[in-house]
T-cell receptor, first 115, second 112 residues
């Protein structure tokens, strides 16, 4: 079974530029998550989708971050414009269901450096 | 609010030693789930175990074991006879009526 795929693996941009990350979840997983992991910390949830609907985006900085999952499968996360403090690893995860009972499977992440 | 505390920031052990990683949680939910994830240097989080709040049985999987105690709100993880390949950051996480919340992680270094 293929795991969660993410691209790119690394990205370096200058502040005020825009960037987009892509995620393809495990086949059949209805729930998709985007996390931000700052160095030395645990992952922090940015947004959670159930199929193509947003379940929770309370911690997403909506003035600069946006995410979509148009067909209920792949998802993209965009930052525009980027700030220095956005430097982090962006992790995508998927699970079979919405409830906490389901374990989440994580992709390799995209390491973003904003200079 | 849900909270997970991993008080040990870094632990270093010599190969074959046993090591316990501590996890203390806070929640007001009566039904909740606890998880442990491993993050090796490659960066990908690997699922290790899930425990629901109604199952306090300890679990053993090979060299790994978990001790869940509701009375002390703890869900500790023990690696027996540690190996160099166990070197990683380990995260404890909690979910209930809110999305998954992670602790800050414990970095384990196993020295040959």
């Amino acid at each position: 079974e293929a795991g969660v795929a993410q691209s790119p693996r690394y990205k370096i941009i200058e502040k005020r530029q825009s960037v987009a990350f892509w995620c393809n979840p495990i086949s059949g997983h209805a729930t998709l998550y985007w996390y931000q992991q700052i160095l030395g910390q645990g992952p922090k949830l940015l947004i959670q989708f159930q199929n193509n609907g947003v379940v929770d985006d309370s911690q997403l900085p909506k003035d600069r971050f946006s995410a979509e999952r148009l067909k209920g499968v792949d998802s993209t996360l965009k930052i525009q414009p980027a700030k220095l403090e956005d430097s982090a690893v962006y992790l995508c995860a998927s699970s079979l269901g919405l409830a906490g009972a389901y374990e989440q499977y994580f992709g390799p992440g995209t390491r973003l450096t904003v200079t | 609010a849900q909270k997970v505390t991993q008080a040990q920031t870094e632990i270093s052990v010599v190969e074959k030693e046993d090591v316990t990683l501590d996890c203390v949680y806070e929640t007001r939910d009566t039904t909740y789930y606890l998880f442990w994830y491993k993050q090796p240097p490659s960066g990908e989080l690997v699922f290790l175990i899930r425990r629901n709040s109604f199952d306090e049985q300890n679990e053993i999987s090979g060299r790994y074991s978990w001790n869940f105690q509701k009375s002390t709100s703890s869900f500790n993880f023990t690696i027996t006879a540690s190996q160099v390949v166990d070197s990683a950051v380990y995260f404890c996480a909690l979910s209930g009526n809110t999305p998954l919340v992670f602790g800050k992680g414990t970095r384990l270094s196993v020295i040959a």
